[in-house]
């Protein structure tokens, strides 16, 4: 037969001298439990968000991406030079493609307080982009006509209003 546990004077344990014991360690099983499960949640957090920032950047890959075929390219650049010359359904190709790189850009601003170090000044970036966008003359043209209709929540109006306000960002560390 195993041997009992004994009080620190040899005598065998009671169930209430050692209940204290199975309590305390009870209690470190639990403090440990919580510890990992904190530890794990904070783990797989940041890994959703650079997950998330994956995306991302697809997305804006993608986006810019569309201008790599020649013919809207062209739409593009004749958009940005004089929105007005462009044909009805060139207006609606054009203004769609400004449409789509706000709400890309909307989607940074969204996750902009979980940006990894090492993707620092891609915010301000993307911002220039944004402004360059909707301040070429056919840019400004689309955004005068198209901001009244409602078509994006106020928090991305007021986002796209301050940007403009405050200009491009300097990205260059050299210039």
Request: charged share 25%; aromatic share 10%.
């Given at each position: 037969?195993?041997?009992?546990?004994?009080?620190?004077?040899?005598q065998?344990?009671?169930?209430a001298?050692?209940?204290?014991v199975?309590?305390?360690?009870a209690a470190?099983g639990?403090?440990a439990s919580?510890?990992?499960l904190?530890?794990?949640?904070?783990?797989?957090?940041?890994?959703?968000?650079?997950t998330n920032w994956?995306?991302?950047?697809?997305?804006?890959?993608?986006?810019?991406?569309?201008?790599?075929?020649?013919?809207?390219?062209d739409l593009?650049e004749?958009?940005?030079?004089?929105?007005?010359?462009?044909?009805p359904a060139?207006?609606r190709?054009?203004g769609l493609?400004?449409?789509?790189?706000i709400?890309?850009y909307?989607?940074?601003?969204?996750?902009n307080?979980s940006?990894?170090?090492?993707?620092?000044?891609?915010e301000?970036?993307?911002?220039?982009?944004l402004?360059?966008m909707?301040?070429?003359?056919g840019?400004?043209?689309?955004?005068?006509?198209?901001?009244p209709?409602?078509r994006?929540m106020?928090?991305?109006?007021?986002?796209?209003?301050?940007?403009i306000a405050?200009g491009?960002?300097?990205t260059?560390?050299?210039?």
């Amino acid at each position: 037969m195993p041997d009992e546990p004994r009080s620190p004077y040899g005598q065998p344990m009671s169930l209430a001298e050692f209940a204290p014991v199975a309590d305390f360690l009870a209690a470190l099983g639990v403090m440990a439990s919580l510890f990992f499960l904190a530890w794990e949640t904070r783990r797989t957090r940041k890994q959703t968000e650079l997950t998330n920032w994956r995306e991302l950047l697809e997305t804006l890959v993608l986006y810019k991406g569309l201008t790599n075929d020649p013919e809207f390219a062209d739409l593009v650049e004749r958009g940005h030079a004089d929105y007005r010359a462009l044909s009805p359904a060139d207006q609606r190709r054009f203004g769609l493609y400004l449409e789509q790189g706000i709400h890309v850009y909307g989607n940074f601003v969204k996750h902009n307080d979980s940006l990894p170090t090492k993707l620092a000044g891609l915010e301000d970036a993307v911002t220039n982009y944004l402004i360059e966008m909707l301040t070429t003359p056919g840019g400004a043209v689309w955004w005068a006509q198209n901001r009244p209709l409602g078509r994006f929540m106020p928090s991305t109006y007021r986002m796209i209003d301050d940007c403009i306000a405050r200009g491009p960002q300097k990205t260059d560390p050299s210039g």
